[in-house]
């Protein structure tokens, strides 16, 4: 156990004697203390048990963030709550300007291929988003967002082994709303967001929402001439409500995404082997496969509610979702077609979740079944301009896959209050998943293949390397879960639950059969499994002027499944001149940390907020191939935890003040978030020395994200009558270079063309302004 562990685990135990201690001092000085009642500030609702719950009463760690804060912080997407949760990471995939890559106590997926099941759950009004593609949503129209940490599985529809992320949008009001926001800022931004609903009879109602995000690039790609890291996007939300019945309420919504902001190439971070130089500006590429990115993601959802009587309501959530996406993946990141990929992905899921909610007496839980028929597919071709001096030709590799997701799962959750202090939960989960996939490589001779792109008549099939059809695993597991909670006095609450995850297996939609003698592609990966505990206080103290809530947590992390991407030697010469993808049940890990999350009410004015977040992780086993036997051997030494910084923490001070003479009310924040350096796959990248490889002979930087604090800062205006809302908005003010994502694909110079060395950023320093006008 590290230092610096000890030390929060002290501080952890200092909160909680801090929390027992509080009542007594504040009976004994009550009279003198100022008091912060509920009505001072805002009292956060959360739905993270299925029941509407105070934050500070809820037995979960839980991030809640409500509309109104994250409209005065200026946040733009979903991945700006890694700011202010701890122990997560949520980032932008590489290639990408719409898929997700999230991580919640080192647990999480990093590769965000069709077909892979994420580790972290992403449901938007309790509808599970079963891929990443199209998942970094904006926020606009919403009531609030909620990050889970740790296995959850007995509450929800989906089993998720590492946590969930809750997207809330708001119901309709009684009255008529609308609303109406403009943002301008850097790089010529010009967002323009509507809002509203209204009631159309006694018992009905109509809302909607639409956004247009438009932005140019942060850089330019030097080939083409177009912006680089632009945005362009456009999303709309209808959704009706209905209450035929004072006990009956039906909701159906439909949503659509369109993004067409440009395709990410990364920025080379090496020369190229005919002289190109690196580019100065990190946001720049050189990319020739293309600008055209196009990411379409749609869906609809009928939720139908009954309150069967006082006690018990029956739910139903019904819902379907597809997204197609067509990208250029330009890796080398130069002008020649070195390494070029062109890809195309689509996705559809169809769910059906039933349940019931009780709460009488000193009972109440949620019960339910859940199905989900989902399919996705993905094809590229991987186009290599030169394979071998004198060859005369370039090489061009078809990949394919198809796969069928359906999942059959009953769960249920049941809190007793044995008295008033004391409470027990107890909940299980049965899922059986059944996985169906096909897989296809083919090698061609030429740029790109007849397969991917029929138009190509240059291009000459070489071989069928693999061509694997109605592969086929069922996976099945009981997951149970326990919590034990006692509320020592009516502002601190204690409690301990143990909870286990799980995640089912599949098979590389990339794998080849051709390196792989074992039968591990045919045989695909197996499940995995995450047995989490958590001690934890939830408390308020000095009269209302603190929240605190603490946790300490241990996971261990079984079975885990490992992706390799490595290079591979295709024709027996000792040289790698191919890459292979391999999905291990490799892993063995343990997870050991500390959250530390609340809100000071230094006066009526004055607010700071704060969290930190500690985890050792530690890869305790790691069987992979030995090069040279083949035989499965432990190389956890050369292994590494991937998007899990040991520390991470941030703190916000926010002063909010009423304007004389009823002219509105003013807020001023300011921001500071922390994280460590840390690694983004399973496998260092931390550069390689002058000489160690000798098509680059001056060797390469480390690619890897480095410790670095942001500070953003908001200025924020509303009228007295809560109708105009002006704010201004900075966001990474040092202007820090934050690495997110990285392409490390080095093969041998026989190849004749350049491999993979480029990172993706984090946005630099930005302002925006935001006028909102609400009725």
């Known amino acids: 156990m590290t230092h610096g562990f000890r030390a929060l685990l002290a501080l952890s135990a200092a909160t909680t004697a801090l929390a027992v201690a509080a009542p007594a001092v504040h009976a004994q000085d009550g009279a003198a203390a100022a008091t912060f009642d509920d009505d001072d500030r805002e009292r956060i609702l959360v739905t993270a048990r299925r029941r509407e719950e105070s934050l500070q009463d809820t ?19 979903i991945t700006n709550l890694q700011n202010v949760a701890p122990n997560v990471t949520f980032v932008i995939s590489r290639g990408s300007n719409s898929t997700l890559t999230t991580f919640i106590r080192g647990i999480g997926q990093q590769d965000p291929l069709w077909g892979f099941e994420p580790g972290v759950g992403l449901y938007v009004d309790d509808v599970y988003v079963a891929r990443p593609q199209g998942a970094v949503l904006d926020i606009f129209d919403i009531e609030r967002v909620e990050v889970l940490r740790g296995p959850q599985g007995t509450l ?17 009001s009684d009255e008529p709303e609308f609303r109406a926001k403009f943002n301008v800022g850097s790089y010529n931004q010009f967002d323009q967001i509507l809002s509203g609903s209204t009631p159309l009879g006694e018992n009905f109602s109509i809302g909607g929402a639409i ?24 999303s709309g939300r209808i959704s009706i409500e209905a209450t035929p019945a004072d006990n009956l309420f039906f909701r159906l919504t439909g949503d659509w995404t369109q993004d067409d ?42 939720l139908g509610e009954w309150d069967f009587n006082d006690a018990v309501t029956l739910k139903s959530i019904t819902a379907y979702r ?22 195309r992905y689509r996705d559809d899921q169809f769910t059906q979740e039933f349940q019931i909610l009780f709460e009488t007496g000193r009972w109440a839980g949620v019960a339910g079944v859940y199905y989900l028929d989902a399919n996705a597919a993905g094809e590229f071709d991987a186009i290599f301009q030169e394979v071998a001096p ?37 909940g299980g989960r049965y899922t059986e998943d059944k996985t169906v996939a096909d897989i296809r490589n083919e ?63 599949g098979f590389d939609p990339r794998g080849r059969t051709d390196l792989d003698p074992s039968g591990r592609v045919q045989a695909g990966f197996a499940p995995e499994t995450v047995d989490s505990y958590e001690l934890g206080a939830k408390g308020t103290f000095f009269n209302g002027a603190l929240d605190l809530n603490t946790a300490v947590f241990f996971a261990d992390y079984t079975d885990q499944q490992i992706t390799l991407q490595q290079g591979a ?156 809302r002006f704010g201004v908005h900075g966001r990474n003010l040092g202007d820090e270079e934050i690495r997110v994502a990285l392409y490390n694909f080095l093969t041998a110079s026989r190849l004749g063309a350049d491999s993979a060395y480029s990172n993706f950023y984090a946005p630099p320093r930005t302002f925006t302004a935001s006028l909102e006008f609400r009725y």
């Open 59 to 77: 037995p979960v760690a839980v991030t809640a963030v409500t509309a109104d804060q994250l409209d005065k912080s200026g946040a733009v997407d």
């Open 156 to 172: 929800y529809g989906r089993n998720t082994i590492g946590g969930a992320i809750k997207y809330v949008t708001a119901r309709h």
């Open 211 to 234: 956004a247009r995000y438009r932005r140019d690039g942060y850089g330019e790609n030097v080939f083409t001439g177009a912006d680089h890291y632009n945005k362009d996007s456009m």
């Open 261 to 302: 902001s440009n395709a990410k190439h990364g920025h080379r971070r090496i020369p190229g082997e005919d002289g190109e130089p690196v580019l100065s500006d990190i946001f720049d590429t050189a990319g020739s496969l293309g600008d055209r990115n196009d990411v379409e993601t749609k869906g609809f959802s009928l």
């Open 322 to 343: 597809e997204g197609e996406t067509s990208t250029p993946i330009d890796f080398d990141a130069l002008p020649e077609p070195d390494f070029d990929v062109p890809a």
């Open 390 to 426: 004198g060859f005369g030709t370039a090489l061009s590799a078809y990949t394919a896959g198809d796969v069928d997701k359906e999942s059959i799962a009953a769960y249920a959750d049941v809190t007793f209050d044995i008295n008033d202090r004391w409470s027990f939960s107890l």
């Open 443 to 505: 090698l061609w001779f030429g740029l790109g293949t007849g397969t991917f792109d029929p138009s190509n008549t240059k291009s000459t099939l070489a071989s069928v390397r693999t061509n694997l059809v109605g592969l086929e695993r069922t996976d099945t597991k009981f997951t149970p879960h326990a919590s034990l909670s006692f509320a020592a006095s009516d502002d601190l609450n204690l409690y301990a639950s143990f909870s286990q995850g799980f995640k089912s297996g």
């Open 569 to 724: 030697d295709s024709d027996n010469d000792d040289i790698n001149d191919t890459f292979q993808s391999i999905v291990l049940n490799a892993g063995a890990s343990e997870y050991t940390g500390v959250e530390v999350e609340g809100a000071w009410y230094i006066s009526s004015d004055f607010t700071a907020t704060f969290s930190l977040g500690y985890i050792d992780a530690e890869i305790t086993e790691i069987l992979a191939p030995d090069p040279v036997t083949g035989d499965l051997v432990d190389q956890s030494s050369s292994f590494v935890v991937q998007n899990t910084p040991e520390l991470t923490g941030a703190l916000s001070l926010i002063y909010t003040r009423d304007l004389p003479d009823n002219r509105g009310e003013i807020q001023v924040s300011g921001s500071a978030n922390y994280r460590d350096d840390y690694y983004i796959f399973n496998i260092t990248n931390d550069g390689f020395a002058p000489g160690a490889i000798a098509s680059y002979p001056a060797g390469g930087p480390s690619l890897e994200p480095e410790a670095r604090t942001v500070f953003d800062a908001s200025a924020v205006w509303t009228s007295a009558d809560d109708r105009w």
